[in-house]
C-alpha cells in the first residue's frame, strides 16, 4: 500500500519533471554551497537571487523566456560583484547589499508596469511544481553538468582561495581568473534553480546542506557528499509533502533543509 502511494505520484508527468528539475537542482547547488560557505560569501546567493528576479520579470515584460532573463541577470549581477570587491576590497558587503536592492527595485518596477504577469510570477518567487517544462529541464541539466565539471576541474584552487587568497596568490593561482569563474558558475546556479526553489529561497538551498555537511564532515570529499546528500533528501521529501499537501514546493524545501541543520546542531551538542 505505502509502495503504491510513493509510486502515484509518478504517474503525473509534471512530477516526473519535478522531481528530475530538483534532483539535478540539489546536487549543483549544495556541491557549490560548500566553497560558497568556505569562502563566508553566504550572501552572494541572496544579491543574485534578487537579480535574477529582475531577470525574470523583465523577460514577463518585453516578452521573452523569463529562464533566460534570470541566468542574463544573475551573471551580470555576479561580474559586477566581483568587479566592486576587486576594485573596492574595503566595500565588499556594501557590493552585495547594493546588488540586491537594485536587482529587487528592478524587478517591483517590473512587475508594477506589468501588473497581468503577477500570477505567473509567483511561480518563479516561490517554486512551481506545474512550471517546469522539458526546456527547463534540459537548460538545467546542460547547465548542472557545465557547472559540476567546472567545479571538478577548479577544485584545487577553489580549495586554496577558500582559506588564503594570498597565498594562493604567492604559488601561482591565478585568483582573479578564478573568483570570476567562481562567481560566474553560482549565478548559473541560481538561475538553475529558480523554478524549483524560487527567487526568495534559492540562497537557502545554496548555504544549509553546506552548513550541515560542514558540521557532520572530516574531510572536504566528505563535505561535497554529504551536502549532496541532504540537498537531495530535502528536495525530494520536499517535492512530496508539496504535492500531497498543496504546499509550495520552495518553502518546503528549505524547511526541511532547516530541521536537518537544526537537528544535527542539537545532536552535537548533546553529544559535546
Same mark, same amino acid.
Given at each position: 500500500?505505502?509502495?503504491? #502511494?510513493?509510486?502515484?505520484?509518478?504517474?503525473?508527468?509534471?512530477?516526473?519533471?519535478?522531481?528530475?528539475?530538483?534532483?539535478?537542482?540539489?546536487?549543483?547547488?549544495?556541491?557549490?554551497?560548500?566553497?560558497?560557505?568556505?569562502?563566508?560569501?553566504?550572501?552572494? @546567493?541572496?544579491?543574485?537571487?534578487?537579480?535574477?528576479?529582475?531577470?525574470?520579470?523583465?523577460?514577463? /515584460?518585453?516578452?521573452? =523566456?523569463?529562464?533566460?532573463?534570470?541566468?542574463? /541577470?544573475?551573471?551580470?549581477?555576479?561580474?559586477?560583484?566581483?568587479?566592486?570587491?576587486?576594485?573596492?576590497?574595503?566595500?565588499?558587503?556594501?557590493?552585495?547589499?547594493?546588488?540586491?536592492?537594485?536587482?529587487?527595485?528592478?524587478?517591483?518596477?517590473?512587475?508594477?508596469? @506589468?501588473?497581468?504577469?503577477?500570477?505567473? &510570477?509567483?511561480?518563479?518567487? /516561490? %517554486?512551481?511544481?506545474?512550471?517546469?517544462?522539458?526546456?527547463? #529541464?534540459?537548460?538545467?541539466?546542460?547547465?548542472?553538468?557545465?557547472?559540476?565539471? +567546472?567545479? =571538478?576541474?577548479?577544485?584545487?584552487?577553489?580549495?586554496?582561495?577558500?582559506?588564503?587568497?594570498?597565498?594562493?596568490?604567492?604559488? %601561482?593561482?591565478?585568483?582573479? *581568473?578564478?573568483?570570476?569563474?567562481?562567481?560566474?558558475? *553560482?549565478?548559473?546556479? $541560481? +538561475? #538553475?534553480?529558480?523554478? #524549483? $526553489?524560487?527567487? &526568495?529561497?534559492?540562497?537557502?538551498?545554496?548555504?544549509?546542506?553546506? !552548513?550541515?555537511?560542514?558540521?557532520?564532515?572530516?574531510?572536504?570529499?566528505? !563535505?561535497?557528499?554529504?551536502?549532496?546528500?541532504?540537498?537531495?533528501?530535502?528536495?525530494?521529501?520536499? &517535492?512530496?509533502?508539496?504535492?500531497?499537501?498543496?504546499?509550495?514546493?520552495?518553502? *518546503?524545501?528549505?524547511?526541511? +533543509?532547516? !530541521?536537518?541543520? /537544526?537537528?544535527?546542531?542539537?545532536?552535537?551538542?548533546?553529544?559535546?
Amino acid at each position: 500500500m505505502k509502495e503504491g #502511494i510513493v509510486m502515484e505520484i509518478f504517474q503525473y508527468s509534471f512530477m516526473v519533471r519535478a522531481f528530475a528539475a530538483g534532483i539535478a537542482s540539489a546536487l549543483v547547488t549544495s556541491s557549490i554551497g560548500v566553497f560558497v560557505v568556505l569562502r563566508r560569501m553566504s550572501m552572494v @546567493g541572496d544579491s543574485l537571487s534578487h537579480a535574477s528576479l529582475a531577470g525574470v520579470a523583465a523577460g514577463m /515584460f518585453f516578452g521573452f =523566456y523569463p529562464f533566460y532573463g534570470a541566468l542574463a /541577470f544573475s551573471v551580470l549581477a555576479a561580474l559586477l560583484v566581483e568587479m566592486v570587491r576587486v576594485t573596492f576590497k574595503r566595500y565588499a558587503e556594501v557590493a552585495l547589499a547594493v546588488v540586491m536592492s537594485a536587482g529587487m527595485g528592478v524587478a517591483v518596477v517590473m512587475i508594477s508596469l @506589468g501588473r497581468s504577469f503577477n500570477v505567473d &510570477l509567483f511561480s518563479y518567487l /516561490f %517554486g512551481s511544481l506545474m512550471a517546469i517544462t522539458e526546456e527547463d #529541464i534540459k537548460l538545467m541539466i546542460i547547465l548542472g553538468f557545465f557547472v559540476m565539471s +567546472a567545479l =571538478y576541474l577548479l577544485r584545487r584552487q577553489l580549495f586554496s582561495i577558500a582559506f588564503d587568497e594570498e597565498t594562493a596568490r604567492l604559488s %601561482g593561482i591565478p585568483v582573479n *581568473t578564478v573568483n570570476v569563474l567562481f562567481s560566474i558558475l *553560482t549565478a548559473l546556479t $541560481v +538561475a #538553475i534553480s529558480v523554478k #524549483i $526553489v524560487g527567487t &526568495l529561497l534559492v540562497s537557502a538551498l545554496i548555504v544549509i546542506p553546506a !552548513a550541515v555537511s560542514l558540521q557532520l564532515a572530516r574531510s572536504f570529499s566528505s !563535505a561535497i557528499f554529504i551536502s549532496n546528500i541532504v540537498a537531495a533528501f530535502s528536495v525530494i521529501m520536499g &517535492l512530496y509533502l508539496s504535492f500531497y499537501f498543496d504546499l509550495a514546493p520552495g518553502g *518546503t524545501i528549505v524547511l526541511i +533543509a532547516s !530541521a536537518v541543520l /537544526f537537528v544535527v546542531l542539537i545532536g552535537k551538542r548533546r553529544a559535546v
